[in-house]
């Protein structure tokens, strides 16, 4: 091929049609919905008996109760024990897997389509007969109770939990996990009831997708089911979440993190709102992908992070928007700074017809991607019918993202995206990250990482206070992985401008850009070492003649801490 | 039931390019969507002491445009186009792949052959993504708790500097590499016949092999790299270690054994034994432990599965106050009965049927029907073996599992890394 052919992108080949059958649909005596969409594709069947009621619907007083009820079905049933029901399951190659959601409790098996009447009766033992034995039940407390500890190393779920807190208030989407105490509550008796209350024929659909003959399904289904007894409807009313005016920071302090974990969050829409299409359109021009602004900013041409995004989520009953990324530390307050532009922009420009039609080729384009395999078809037909999307939703997706404008793009931007009441939340390193985000911020709280509020005052330092002299010999100790390696370091200060020298045992430098301000030293040092420049930061706090503080260097992953005398 | 059960075979075509680059066809219509895959021969086995991290800093490169693909484009022609894409870097290959709407054929090939042939290398596209890399190794291994420990267990198996090494490198050796390494890694390694290419999807089979022409035809081949030596003795480098999380709330642990390479009978036995021991909830170290004991709080493990030498892992996070030892004690336990009796014919049943439904679910999607059709070519010469892996695993019996099992794990010779959270690293947890 010449060069200059190769210069443009080539021309698509004839496209290809693509469409999702509609399914085969009719309800069982005792109201249990039956949707099934026949696929010989592979010799495979993926069953999922889901229920229109989630976490949210736990009862007042017992959180978690869904959950727990959904992950016990499995641990004991009237026929089979746990382990029973388990080597049962796993010989066949098969799985079953029960779990609860914010909205929905599903009970989902695949399997080889050899051993359907297999599954389908192991799928009806376990969520029509379980027997939730005590030893078993007190299994699931004690670990879940480890679980959650364990949650709150990971700066993800310490970030979620405070975001949601501050989005949903005392709507129940604000519980992203129970406590330890609301776990210890739970007891068989009550589960056993919450069980033959909420896992009613009248709040489920059974969805098959498979290489199934439909009039065996349906006989089956009914030998399986057709005993199952009506319950009552579940109707819940949920405070609304709260109405936000100003723009909050909240930070999870995790001392020594090598990183930022960012959520920039506001309330947003649910699934069903008119506006859906614009704003998935609107989301992925913004921040949903690899090509979307954000990370095209904030990693391609900062390099600040691996990975940054805008979310949109859309639950049954509201939703949240919004911007992530995990940063390093020290350019926490250059990321916010950049988000808040981008945030901007979408609201107050109109998208180019390029980048419109690029993101909505991308939305049309994946769409078929999405249902290659069984597992992604059967989730398409799941949340269609779960959150009570058109009967014609699958086959019209493309067209409804082909008709979005630009005008809209830009009008619904306006509406979900709203920086001057985002809830800021920041799980890092506090004294490092206050600082630098404190000014983008109008309220301000710290929490530790077991959700305890912390007193400001321990990380900020006040604005009256006297600029702190550093000026002389100082022995410093850095501890570098639990060797105590030495550094002096002579100073020099004019005003708040510091500079000066460093000595260590692998080579000499020079301290430039130095800065005291109150009490806080900041500086730069260069120094050859075994040949090599590296550049430091270093960062101290003087109380009269002694400094602590930490040594950040490109070699190592984490800041040094030091501790040093004046002499 | 595997003499009842027929796995519908996959349409292998395959053939290669003057130049040498590898090409492998694999057609079916059943959704308008097609896969390519481009598999280099280039891993972390490749670096040189002092450039740890390099193959996947070199992964990133590739993303940062070509002579007629402007810097960040890929993602943007891919996406605008209604696909996916990624690359990933491992210890014997470095991947690049993307599925499309199936008419998006001549795209695919158009970007991958442009930066094969014309990669752009300049200072500020590798000071970019040696800052990317950093945050990537931040936020997944420095940041996480327990993120460091298979890096290290890796050091602990392995002798030989090629196998040892982490994939990520250290910071320092990313601070290092130039823009004339780079440029010398791409001529080197990132030659048409140091490649495979797999398309899977829906196209015709004589168009994909014009287009393929068409766009890698004219690519100048390269002398072969150099050669690798990744061979190593059977002890592993060292038998315990323990290392200070600060971010790990617990303390855990990781037990790691030096085995054959891949697709030998050995490496075959015990990847079987992992089904048996530690997946699923009908597996014996989960009754054992998370049950009956109800001693751990995880319970994980797997096979790395390499050219050369390779590994098996288990590894827990034991509920606090419970003794390490004792829990190590069962898992060893566990791993003498069955080098003593095998495996009982219920889990040689599950095994069989785990492996068939593993495999026609693979089949579903076109990219994972490329990705393993890719390492069958690369590896071994032969992409056929999709078609004939199944048999090779359901031939493994109880018996060479038995033996395997008594050879390379029931053994003193194995690496042991305990976890010890930084603040209450003074208590020790119980002798190893």
Redesign the interface.
């Known amino acids: 091929m010449t060069p200059e052919l190769r210069k443009n992108p080539p021309a698509p080949l004839a496209p290809v049609a693509f469409d999702i059958p509609k399914p085969y649909e009719t309800t069982l005596e005792n109201g249990l919905r039956v949707v099934l969409i026949e696929n010989e594709r592979l010799p495979l069947v993926s069953y999922r008996l889901a229920f229109t009621s989630g976490d949210i619907n736990d009862p007042a007083d017992a959180t978690g109760m869904t959950s727990a009820m959904a992950s016990m079905l499995t641990e004991g049933t009237e026929e089979f024990t746990s382990l029973q029901l388990a080597e049962k399951i796993e010989r066949l190659g098969a799985s079953i897997s029960a779990s609860a959601s914010d909205d929905f409790t599903i009970v989902a098996a695949s399997a080889l389509s050899l051993y359907s009447t297999e599954v389908l009766h192991l799928l009806a033992e376990v969520v029509l007969r379980p027997t939730f034995p005590e030893n078993e039940l007190d299994l699931y407390r004690r670990n879940t109770i480890e679980n959650l500890k364990f949650q709150r190393s990971q700066p993800g779920f310490l970030a979620g939990e405070q975001s949601a807190r501050l989005i949903y208030g005392d709507h129940p989407y604000s519980k992203v996990s129970p406590k330890a105490a609301d776990i210890e509550k739970l007891d068989r008796d009550m589960i056993v009831r919450f069980h033959a209350t909420r896992l009613v024929p009248n709040n489920a659909m059974m969805i098959v997708v498979g290489d199934v003959q439909p009039d065996e399904l349906i006989s089956e289904l009914n030998d399986v089911f057709g005993d199952w007894q009506r319950g009552s409807d579940i109707t819940h009313k949920f405070d609304s979440p709260p109405v936000r005016n100003s723009r909050s920071l909240t930070i999870v302090d995790r001392p020594g993190s090598a990183q930022s974990n960012i959520v920039l969050c506001n309330l947003g829409v649910k699934r069903t709102d008119p506006d859906y299409f614009p704003l998935i359109v609107m989301n992925q021009v913004l921040g949903a992908g690899a090509s979307s602004r954000i990370f095209m900013n904030l990693r391609e041409e900062k390099g600040y992070t691996y990975g940054a995004y805008t979310r949109l989520e859309a639950k049954k009953l509201a939703g949240e928007f919004e911007a992530t990324a995990e940063v390093r530390t020290a350019v926490t307050g250059d990321s916010l700074k950049e988000f808040f532009y981008e945030l901007d922009r979408i609201r107050n420009e109109k998208v180019g017809d390029e980048e419109l039609s690029d993101a909505k080729n991308f939305l049309t384009g994946v769409f078929p991607l999405r249902a290659e395999t069984q597992e992604g078809l059967t989730n398409l037909i799941v949340n269609q019918h779960l959150y009570g999307l058109p009967a014609d939703y699958l086959q019209t997706y493309r067209e409804h993202i082909n008709s979005v404008t630009a005008d809209e793009v830009q009008r619904v931007a306006a509406r979900l995206v709203r920086p001057d009441e985002m809830a800021i939340v920041i799980v890092g390193d506090a004294e490092e990250v206050l600082p630098q985000a404190r000014a983008y911020a109008d309220s301000l709280e710290i929490f530790d990482t077991e959700g305890i509020v912390q007193d400001e005052a321990k990380y900020v330092k006040t604005e009256s206070e006297e600029t702190a002299n550093v000026a002389g010999k100082w022995k410093l100790v850095i501890d570098f992985q639990g060797q105590q390696l030495p550094v002096s370091l002579t100073l020099e200060q004019i005003e708040d401008n510091v500079t000066g020298s460093l000595e260590t045992m692998l080579g000499n430098g020079e301290i430039a850009d130095g800065k005291v301000t109150g009490n806080r030293l900041t500086a730069m040092a260069k120094a050859e070492m075994q040949g090599q420049g590296i550049e430091f930061t270093i960062l101290g706090r003087i109380d009269g003649d002694t400094m602590t503080g930490t040594l950040t260097a490109p070699i190592v992953p984490d800041p040094l801490p030091f501790t040093g005398t004046r002499s | 039931m595997s003499e009842t ?1 027929k796995l ?1 075979l996959l349409e292998i075509e395959e053939f290669s390019l003057a130049n040498g680059l590898k090409v492998v066809l694999n057609r079916d219509d ?4 097609v896969s390519v895959a481009v598999y280099y021969n280039v891993g972390s086995r490749n670096e040189r002491e002092g450039r740890t991290g390099f193959a996947h800093l070199f992964e990133h490169m590739m993303f940062q445009g070509s ?2 693909v402007p ?2 484009g890929h ?3 891919v ?6 894409m990624n690359g990933t870097t491992s210890s014997e290959r470095t991947n690049y792949y993307e ?9 695919a090939l ?2 991958e052959s ?1 930066r094969m042939r014309s990669l752009a290398v300049t200072q500020e596209n590798l ?6 890399v ?7 291994y ?4 327990y993120g460091q420990i298979f890096d290290l267990i890796n050091e602990m198996i392995y002798k030989n500097f090629a196998n040892s090494h982490s994939t990520i490198g250290s ?2 050796h990313l ?1 290092d590499a130039t823009v004339e390494d780079v440029q010398e890694f791409f001529r080197i390694y990132y030659a048409p016949d140091n490649a495979v290419l797999v398309i899977s999807g ?1 196209f015709d089979s004589a ?1 994909a092999k014009d287009l393929v022409e ?2 890698f ?2 690519i100048p081949s390269q002398p072969a790299p150099p050669l690798l030596d990744v061979s190593e003795p059977p002890e592993v480098a060292a038998n315990y270690k323990e290392w200070e999380d ?5 303390p855990a642990f990781l037990i790691g054994w030096k085995i054959p390479p891949r697709r030998t009978p050995e490496f075959n036995a015990l990847f079987l034994v992992g089904k048996i021991l530690y997946d ?3 597996s014996r170290l989960y ?1 054992k432990l ?2 009956g004991d ?1 001693s751990v ?2 319970l994980f493990g797997f096979t790395d599965e390499r050219r050369g030498p390779s590994s098996i892992f288990v590894g827990a ?1 034991p ?2 106050e419970k003794d390490l030892s004792k829990i190590r004690e069962t898992i060893m336990h566990e791993i003498h009965d069955l080098s003593a009796h095998g495996p009982t014919a ?1 889990e040689m ?2 095994i ?7 495999s ?2 693979m ?4 990219m994972s029907r490329a990705q393993q059709i890719a390492e069958f070519a690369l590896y071994d010469g032969d992409p056929t073996l999709i078609n004939s892996q199944l048999d090779e695993l359901l031939a493994v019996t109880g018996d060479q599992i038995r033996h395997a099992v008594g050879v390379y794990l029931n053994t003193e010779n194995r690496a042991l890394l305990d976890v010890v959270p930084a603040t209450n690293s003074q208590q020790k947890q119980g002798a190893h």
């Open positions: 059960f519908p059943a959704i308008p969507v002579e007629n810097k960040a993602f943007q022609h996406m605008k186009a209604g696909g996916t599925t499309l709407p199936a008419s998006q054929l001549p795209l158009w970007l442009d000071d970019n993504q040696r800052e990317a950093k945050e990537e190794k931040r936020l997944r420095d940041n996480q708790p910071m320092e601070d829906a168009t068409t766009y035809g004219d600060k971010l790990a709330p617990f699923g909830e009908s009754q998370v049950k109800e709080i995880q996070i509920k606090p219920e049943e599950k069989e049927n785990q492996l068939i439904n593993d026609v679910r089949r579903q999607s076109s």
